[in-house]
């Protein structure tokens, strides 16, 4: 059952509530890793973090980054995206999954944020790093967004043509197609889903082109947003991503910086500890670097 939208939580008392409502639209069906998290500190304080996972993973991709950001004081919100963490890896719950879906999901989680400190950051890897994006740019009430991986253009193709791509899955029979044809039910994490919907996945980028197409006209809310992408990845087309950056910096109203690791292996998901490529020792602490930078 969807949660209605209800605009900040007033206090803790209200954002507690509303983290309860969101975790139990998680039954037996669904990992208990898999299910939507909070590490609060019983109180409200300085710094509230929403963390967003990736299309096809849940909330256990930051099963290690989580803990790492509460032992620093923040109170953390993870929700769990509609139709993922399914105990059954081969599920078809991503074939009704939508934008509409996601950002409600999204915004709820900053809504119960709001509550939960006096500053809102959001983080989130891939698909969630679209969505971290979108809220940035929209929302007055986030002070921070850290997008890791974001997609604006898959592999190596451009905004423009992933768009012709994204338009064309959107027409045609919803697939399920295997991020890896090598690997198929083997693909690590072995929790995530090793399959993906297309139409699922227009969704996703419908909400980036929305924001790639809206930075050149409208300016965006959040004080600042620092991308996080690795030079190795195979998965999203760096150049748009930093194209999207310099977009957003002319406008001087958010401070935006742009981090690269230049020497990682080829790896697209730098969060998930279970990833053998992913280097989390090295990739955790530029993270909570930028969380916890002065404002």
């Known amino acids: 059952m969807p949660i209605a939208a209800k605009g900040p939580a007033r206090d803790y008392t209200e954002a507690l509530a509303r983290a309860s409502a969101l975790r139990a639209l998680d039954d037996d069906s669904i990992r208990p890793q898999a299910r939507t998290l909070l590490l ?53 719950r991503l074939l009704r999954l939508t934008a509409d879906a996601l950002l409600a999901r999204a915004n709820e989680a900053v809504d119960i944020a709001c509550g939960l400190g006096k500053r809102v950051a959001v983080l989130g890897i891939s698909s969630g790093a679209n969505l971290a994006v979108h809220l940035a740019v929209n929302r007055p009430d986030v002070a921070v967004g850290i997008p890791v991986a974001p997609a604006f253009g898959l592999l190596h193709f451009s905004v423009p043509t992933t768009r012709a791509i994204m338009a064309l899955a959107s027409r045609i029979p919803n697939l399920f197609l295997w991020w890896d044809p090598r690997a198929r039910m083997k693909m690590y994490p072995m929790s995530a889903y090793p399959r993906f919907s297309t139409r699922g996945l227009a969704a996703i980028m419908s909400i980036a082109f929305e924001d790639y197409a809206a930075a050149r006209t409208e300016a965006p809310t959040a004080g600042a947003m620092w991308f996080i992408t690795n030079r190795a990845d195979p998965a999203v087309n760096n150049r748009e991503t930093h194209r999207f950056a310099s977009e957003l910096s002319v406008w001087r109203t958010m401070k935006v910086g742009y981090f690269e690791f230049r020497d990682l292996p080829v790896n697209h998901d730098i969060i998930e500890p279970d990833n053998p490529l992913a280097r989390t020792e090295r990739v955790y602490p530029v993270l909570l670097d930028q969380l916890f930078s002065p404002p």
């Open 40 to 92: 609060d500190h019983g109180a409200p304080g300085d710094l509230a973090v929403v963390l967003l996972h990736g299309y096809t993973n849940h909330p256990g991709q930051f099963r290690e980054l989580a803990p790492l950001i509460h032992a620093r004081g923040a109170n953390v919100v993870v929700p769990r995206m509609p139709g993922h963490g399914d105990i059954d890896r081969m599920t078809t």
